[in-house]
């Protein structure tokens, strides 16, 4: 059994920065990549960034800004947010899966998923 724990969110002014953890327990392989996915109210879920044992990916909207990482030896993956936007409101959910190239892009190719943490960007 795969559990992933998210923590991190709140409420931050625009510009500000924010850092999401997502710690894994159980039998997950180094080897997953994970990612990082939010979902604004009466939205889809959609991709933030994701990595894997060799690259990372980022949505268009948030190059530059955010930075994700992992220690595998914690099993713990990172989203470092900077510069937020109020558009950045959402709520951030970690995923793990098999997956790499264009399929990290994919939400239904992940296999576990945490609860999520909210993010708030005042304006």
């Known amino acids: 059994q795969v559990q992933l724990v998210e923590s991190g969110g709140g409420l931050v002014q625009a510009g500000g920065s924010l850092r999401l953890s997502c710690a894994a327990s159980?039998?997950?392989?180094?080897?997953?990549?994970m990612a990082w996915f939010h979902q604004a109210p009466g939205k889809e879920r959609e991709f933030v960034a994701a990595i894997t044992w060799s690259n990372t990916y980022y949505a268009d909207s948030v190059k530059g800004r955010f930075t994700i990482s992992r220690d595998n030896a914690k099993k713990t993956v990172y989203l470092q947010m900077n510069s937020l936007k109020p558009e950045d409101t959402a709520v951030y959910y970690c995923?793990?899966?098999?997956?790499?190239?264009?399929?990290?892009?994919?939400?239904?190719?992940?296999?576990?998923w945490g609860q999520g943490t909210q993010v708030t960007v005042s304006s």
């Open positions: 159980g039998r997950l392989s180094s080897s997953y990549s």
């Open positions: 995923a793990a899966g098999g997956v790499g190239g264009n399929a990290v892009y994919n939400s239904r190719r992940y296999d576990y």
